[in-house]
């Protein structure tokens, strides 16, 4: 084990035993790789984004901070808390925006051609977080995977890990998902 590793597992222990102070600790730690995934996010997003990735990540941090109770096994599981923390901030904040101009001039975003390989036409972040909770009603593991690949960027052994399932179960609910969140948002 990686000293990295190391460290990031006493972080988590502490925060689980009430320290809050190991939170700050976390952030720092893996600072690198959190403005990182901030960073995929706002590739995918306008290009006049107001959202900077070293303030995606620090209101990650203040949020994560509020959920602290939670339990994270292990830096898979606190990074797709993260990316999951990442990705609602986003979504609220496209909603804000589309209140504050009531639906008028928004522009279709491109969704990565990796989740729905089959639609050739930008898709609308919104639209794909709308899908994502109906799947999440649904069924809400398949949801969990296409959460913790696409927006956390997880390997499916990674998400294994966090959900406690097989790579190949991980790869069936990711290839499930794609094909039901294609038709969901075709409607």
Known sequence: MDPLTGEVTRLLVDLRAGKKEA???????LYDE?????ASYLRRERTDHTLQPTALVNEAYVHFVE?????RENRAHFM???????????????????????????????????????????????????????LEKFDP???????MRYYGGMTEEEIGCVLGI???TVKRDWDWARTWLYAEMKK
């Open 141 to 147: 593991r398949p949801s969990q995977v296409v959460e």
């Open 80 to 134: 797709a808390t993260c990316a999951t923390i990442m990705r609602n901030i986003l979504v609220d904040h496209a909603r804000r925006r589309k209140a504050a101009k009531r639906g008028g001039a928004d522009r279709p975003l491109p969704l990565d051609e990796s989740i729905l390989s089959a639609a050739q036409r930008p898709m609308d972040f919104l639209a794909l977080d709308e899908a994502l909770s109906r």
């Open 67 to 71: 959920q602290s109770q939670q339990t």
């Open 34 to 38: 959190l403005r990182r995934l901030a």
């Open 23 to 29: 939170a700050g600790q976390l952030f720092a730690l």
């Open 166 to 168: 097989s790579e190949r």
